[in-house]
């Protein structure tokens, strides 16, 4: 049982270390942005429909 786990642990640890290729900054950076950006666009599309659900509500059902 403990050779099993040494094996495997063996085996990620070369996967990891010889096998995976690992994006560059560069490529990290652009993803990065894309990330930001389309987050920062969906935060602007809930605030807008949550502004304008808030006042057709607000017009609707008048307090």
Do not use: Q
Request: glycine share 4%; hydrophobic share 50%; proline share 3%.
């Amino acid at each position: 049982m403990f050779h099993k786990i040494v094996n495997y642990c063996k085996a990620c640890y070369d996967e990891l270390a010889h096998k995976t290729t690992w994006p560059t900054r560069a490529e990290l950076t652009h993803s990065a942005v894309i990330v930001l950006s389309a987050s920062l666009v969906i935060a602007l599309v809930v605030f807008a429909m949550d502004f304008v659900f808030k006042n057709l509500m607000g017009v609707i059902y008048p307090g």
